[in-house]
Antibody
Framework: EVHLVEAGGGLIQPGGSLRLSCAAS????????MSWVRRAPGRGLEWVSM???????NYADSVKGRFTISRDNSKNTVYIQMNSLRVEDTAVYYC?????????????WGQGTLVTVSS | QSLVTQPPSASGTPGQRVSISCSGS????????VNWYQQFPGTAPKLLIY???QRPSGVPDRFSGSKSGTSASLAISGLQSEDEADYYC???????????FGGGTKLTVL
């Protein structure tokens, strides 16, 4: 059974940095389209970033220049490095995966990890 | 403000049929497939409908999806109390070069 486990969330001050990880099992992240999606308190889902099977990356305008998505194929893990964090980045961050192509639906999701940006 | 618009809330009584709308533009729904996700409080979203109207294995046929032009709709027939959740439509957006979610609709079963 496909499984995604996120880790790395926590409380961080504005301007700080945090790295989230998403460990995958029963499939290869290198052959999938992996995204980070977040849900801020009282708000809806927001796509944050994607890493394509070929290694290309893309970002929402709200995080471009501050967040970096990457993967380690040997660990079958996807990461997102979040720098210059803002209060409005507070959210539950989900790792989500899709097979097929970049516009395929998110077939599977992790349980989420909470990031709280506050002084 | 999301590029894709959903009503913030919807409601129905057990056994009723409810519909949730999703309105976008030519850069997203108008030119790409629509997917729907269901999310219960404190849990991860789950794919409910893909490619406008297809159900993944295990999703009851009470759930159905449709798309016309730049709008889409999710219908739930024979409403049950366990259907109470948040529902999101999503589609690839060619201008954003990424997926865009609707704002979400909170479904209440009265």
């Amino acid at each position: 059974e496909v499984h995604l486990v996120e880790a790395g969330g926590g409380l961080i001050q504005p301007g700080g940095s945090l790295r989230l990880s998403c460990a995958a099992s029963e499939f290869s992240v290198s052959s999938s389209y992996m995204s980070w999606v977040r849900r801020a308190p009282g708000r809806g889902l927001e796509w944050v970033s994607m890493i394509y099977s070929g290694g290309s990356t893309n970002y929402a305008d709200s995080v471009k220049g501050r967040f970096t998505i990457s993967r380690d194929n040997s660990k079958n893990t996807v990461y997102i490095q979040m720098n210059s964090l803002r209060v409005e980045d507070t959210a539950v961050y989900y790792c989500a995966g899709a097979f097929g192509s970049s516009d395929s639906p998110f077939d599977f999701w992790g349980q989420g990890t909470l990031v709280t940006v506050s002084s | 403000q999301s590029l894709v618009t959903q009503p913030p809330s919807a409601s129905g009584t057990p056994g009723q049929r409810v519909s949730i709308s999703c309105s976008g533009s030519t850069s997203n729904i108008g030119s790409n497939s629509v997917n729907w996700y269901q999310q219960f409080p404190g849990t991860a979203p789950k794919l409910l409908i893909y490619s406008n109207s297809q159900r993944p294995s295990g999703v009851p046929d009470r759930f159905s999806g449709s798309k016309s032009g730049t709008s889409a709709s999710l219908a739930i027939s024979g409403l049950q109390s366990e259907d109470e959740a948040d529902y999101y439509c999503a589609a690839w957006d060619g201008s954003l070069n990424g997926p865009v979610f609707g704002g979400g609709t909170k479904l209440t079963v009265l």
